[in-house]
């Protein structure tokens, strides 16, 4: 039935070259597009990966001071620096930032090796700017300090708490990737943390 359909519609001919070059032409417009956006896509996604992991960093270090985690401390840090604070600190233009556990001593002072490991941004994305109240800096530090926990966002990370108004009430850290697409992190002196485009 469908056979004699097919020959008394003359359906019998085959397609020209030319309808062949332009199908394959269009073949490769199709997979050209595809493929340039396929890889800002990447870009993208690593952006977005870098935003979250920033995010779910801050609210680890959060989380461990509100439930005062119990760590071991070397023993060589334990006698330089004493004392236990949880935070993250930012760096403008750098591809890492650190976020964990801070050592400290009695004065205040987070001491070099007393800090936690470098943690890298996913490749191509950087911090590319920091605002504390709307002012830029460039530098971004965020302490938890048990029990309650308190909160603190200062310019730079140190525990040399002195007195509740010389800190900020927000900060936001802008990421940036090489693709130009930007995430934005807002954390609030309530240990609110969002990310926004």
């Given at each position: 039935?469908?056979?004699?359909?097919?020959?008394?519609n003359?359906?019998?001919?085959?397609?020209?070259?030319?309808?062949?070059?332009?199908?394959?032409?269009?073949?490769?417009?199709?997979?050209?597009?595809?493929?340039?956006?396929?890889?800002?896509?990447?870009?993208?996604?690593?952006?977005?990966?870098?935003a979250?992991?920033?995010?779910?960093?801050?609210?680890?270090?959060?989380?461990m001071?509100?439930?005062?985690?119990?760590?071991s401390?070397?023993?060589?840090?334990?006698?330089?620096?004493?004392r236990?604070?949880?935070?993250?600190?930012f760096?403008?233009?750098?591809n890492?930032?650190?976020?964990?556990v801070?050592?400290?001593?009695?004065?205040?002072?987070?001491?070099?090796g007393?800090?936690?490991?470098?943690?890298?941004?996913?490749?191509?994305?950087?911090?590319?700017?920091?605002?504390?109240?709307?002012?830029?800096?460039?530098?971004?530090?965020?302490?938890?300090?048990?029990?309650?926990?308190?909160?603190?966002?200062?310019?730079?990370?140190?525990?040399?708490i002195?007195?509740?108004?010389?800190?900020?009430?927000?900060?936001?850290?802008?990421?940036?990737?090489?693709?130009?697409?930007?995430?934005?992190?807002?954390?609030?002196?309530?240990?609110?943390?969002?990310?926004?485009?």
């Open positions: 039935m469908i056979w004699n359909w097919i020959k008394k003359n359906l019998k001919k085959g397609i020209t070259l030319i309808e062949m070059i332009v199908v394959i032409a269009l073949i490769f417009i199709i997979s050209g597009t595809m493929w340039a956006n396929y890889r800002n896509l990447g870009k993208s996604l690593a952006l977005d990966r870098s979250n992991q920033v995010a779910q960093d801050i609210r680890a270090s959060l989380e001071a509100m439930s005062m985690q119990k760590i401390i070397p023993e060589d840090i334990r006698v330089a620096c004493p236990v604070g949880y935070g993250a600190d760096t403008v233009g750098s890492n930032y650190r976020a964990g801070y050592f400290h001593n009695l004065g205040g002072i987070v001491l070099p007393c800090k936690p490991p470098t943690i890298l941004l996913e490749e191509g994305s950087h911090v590319s700017s920091i605002l504390l109240d709307g002012l830029p800096v460039n530098s971004l530090g965020i302490v938890f300090v048990p029990p309650h926990p308190r909160i603190y966002i200062m310019q730079n990370i140190n525990f040399n002195v007195a509740e108004g010389t800190y900020s009430n927000q900060a936001i850290i802008t990421l940036r990737s090489e693709a130009g697409d930007v995430k934005r992190i807002t954390i609030n002196k309530s240990g609110l943390i969002e990310i926004n485009n």
